[in-house]
């Protein structure tokens, strides 16, 4: 099977006219030096941290995976498209020669190089379905699309085909997975946290719905973690008391019972696990009104209150906002 890659053409798809002229496609990082110089992809890693010490972990990874898989894994007759955002227009190509590195060929920022034979023709991003325009869109660098390797032929196949019509089912099931994989990743995130911090995260929840909280210091905490009051004094009920607890295995049924039989007695019940639940603590929850929150459902309502909380509880997860079609 052809294998299919997407580069991108710079930081502002300014590489595309000495990409077309000189028939090459190039990417950068030069601090890391010549990739082929490294045995292994960890090797390359300890110079990443040492060159890229100020930059995120995550970041430098990432720049890693992509140097060494456009260095190792990109070969001949491979395809190559980019994308030009000006022109909206995909530029599509063969490999010709692979990676070798040359800061005198292109552009001396981007000297990790291979050459590609690229085509005359160009391809209109809107002749492509949804799935394969929001799969292309991905940030990285490099990355496979072998999957719309089909598609992407058979449209500059047919130059005056009809384009792709627009599919509003389509795009909606395409938000949908976006919103779902957004929640996932902002799952682990939370679950990365330790149980101060989560105590901490679920008390910020809680005062931006307009509750004064009370959060149970380090140690002993009588099976309250959490107090929410409606007035400052705790006088004025609705009264909440939490337990949070926040590990893999799921909470139980005499937990449950700690709850209900910590002070003050006559307080609403609130239960976080972000293990979730056993049959038998929903049981005992349902029989004595106590509400269950499990990670997921926590997740949702961070997201829904997230913009009301205190900074010092959204530090504990700093979220950027994301807008998509309606």
């Known amino acids: ?15 595309i006219p000495i990409w077309k002229e000189k028939g090459l496609a190039s990417i950068g990082w030069p601090q890391l030096g010549n990739p082929k110089q490294y045995s292994s992809k960890e090797e390359m890693k300890t110079k990443a941290d040492a060159v890229f010490s100020e930059e995120k972990p995550q970041s430098r990874n990432s720049w890693v995976n992509q140097v060494w898989r456009f260095s190792r894994d990109i070969q001949t007759n491979d395809k190559v498209i980019s994308y030009s955002k000006e022109k909206r227009e995909y530029m599509v190509g063969t490999v010709l020669e692979s990676h070798f590195y040359d800061d005198s060929v292109g552009d001396p920022n981007y000297p990790n190089t291979i050459r590609v034979k690229w085509e005359n023709e160009f391809l209109d991003r809107d002749r492509l379905s949804q799935s394969a325009k929001n799969s292309l869109g991905s940030v990285l660098t490099v990355f496979r699309v072998d999957q719309w390797g089909a598609e992407i ?9 009809t384009p792709l019509e627009f599919d509003d089912e389509e795009e909606e099931v395409v938000v949908e997975d976006l919103v779902s994989k957004a929640l996932v990743m902002i799952e682990d995130k939370v679950d990365k946290l330790d149980p101060w911090q989560m105590q901490e995260l679920v008390g910020g929840l809680l005062q931006a719905m307009k509750y ?12 309250v973690d ?5 007035d400052a004094f705790g006088f004025e009920k609705p009264i909440i008391k939490v337990q949070v607890k926040h590990r893999k ?5 005499p937990e449950i019972q700690q709850l209900l039989g910590a002070n003050p007695i006559d307080a609403n019940s609130l239960f976080v696990s972000t293990g979730g639940f056993t049959s038998h603590a929903e049981a005992v929850a349902k029989h004595n009104s106590v509400r269950l929150v499990d990670l997921e459902e926590l997740v949702r309502l961070v997201v829904e209150w997230y913009e009301k909380m205190p900074n010092d509880k959204r530090a504990l997860l700093p979220l950027q906002r994301f807008y998509v079609p309606e």
């Open 1 to 15: 099977m052809t294998k299919w890659w997407m580069i991108r053409a710079g930081d502002n798809n300014e590489l």
């Open 153 to 161: 032929e058979k449209l500059m196949a047919n130059p005056d085909s």
């Open 212 to 223: 004064n909280v009370r959060i149970s210091p380090k140690g002993p905490d009588g099976g």
């Open 226 to 230: 959490v107090l929410a009051f409606k």
């Open 249 to 253: 295995s799921s909470a139980s049924a």
